[in-house]
């Protein structure tokens, strides 16, 4: 399998077990963060790792954001919620560490941290494992944030669950991506995957 093939075969799932990666496995998957596109070099990304009892005491964080954010949040809601956070293998908190006066753009900064999270993804399948990256209305609770590491002006930009993909976990099927791309001759483009009967 080439490198193209091995990126053209990873996909997102949240179908997870154990193991995830040990320190060392995981050090080197990080790395990856540190290849990514960055406009003015400023490493905009952070990663709090989340993994063994520390899972459950997360857990209950979210669901106090959840509740916090919405007093009549359903309970079977929080309870899918819980359940994730405390039994996905390993979680890594995604921080975005902004510097709003900075000359660099903070969408250029925000950029650069989901550059570097795609990295992370492609690197733990490179390597064997999986995830998926989550978001939800608690990656917006700047408590939440604040209580993982992230006061303002420092946000989440959410969470990657990360494990060994189980046997079951299956790829999606890919659309083919001409729809996607248009040739530009002078005039603005349109494309195929926008027309009103793409479904």
């Known amino acids: 399998m080439t490198s193209l093939d091995l990126l053209l075969s990873r996909?997102?799932?949240?179908?997870l077990t154990?193991?995830?990666p040990d320190p060392?496995?995981?050090?080197?998957?990080?790395?990856?963060?540190?290849?990514?596109?960055?406009?003015?070099?400023?490493?905009?990304?952070?990663?709090?790792?989340?993994?063994?009892?520390?899972?459950?005491?997360?857990?209950?964080?979210i669901?106090?954001?959840?509740?916090?954010?919405?007093?009549?949040?359903?309970?079977?809601k929080i309870e899918k919620r819980r359940g994730?956070?405390?039994?996905?293998?390993l979680t890594i908190a995604l921080g975005m560490h902004l510097r709003?006066?900075?000359?660099?753009?903070?969408?250029?900064?925000?950029?650069?941290?989901?550059?570097a999270a795609m990295n992370v993804l492609n690197a733990l399948h490179f390597t064997g494992f999986g995830g998926v990256w989550v978001s939800g209305d608690v990656t917006y609770d700047p408590?939440?944030?604040?209580?993982?590491?992230?006061?303002?002006?420092?946000?989440?930009?959410?969470?990657?669950?990360?494990?060994?993909?189980?046997?079951?976990?299956k790829s999606p099927r890919r659309r083919p991506v001409d729809g996607y791309v248009a040739q530009w001759d002078g005039v603005p483009v349109h494309f195929a995957a926008d027309e009103k009967s793409a479904d």
């Open 84 to 89: 994730r956070f405390s039994t996905m293998p």
């Open 100 to 115: 709003p006066d900075h000359k660099i753009p903070l969408i250029e900064q925000e950029m650069a941290v989901a550059a």
């Open 18 to 20: 154990q193991p995830a």
């Open 143 to 169: 408590q939440l944030a604040a209580q993982l590491g992230f006061p303002s002006p420092h946000r989440l930009a959410g969470f990657l669950f990360v494990g060994t993909p189980s046997p079951d976990a």
């Open 24 to 61: 060392a496995q995981l050090e080197r998957i990080l790395s990856a963060a540190m290849c990514a596109p960055d406009h003015g070099r400023l490493r905009p990304w952070r990663y709090v790792v989340i993994r063994d009892d520390a899972r459950a005491k997360a857990a209950e964080l």
């Open 63 to 76: 669901v106090a954001s959840m509740k916090r954010l919405d007093p009549d949040v359903a309970e079977a």
């Open 11 to 15: 996909f997102s799932t949240d179908a």
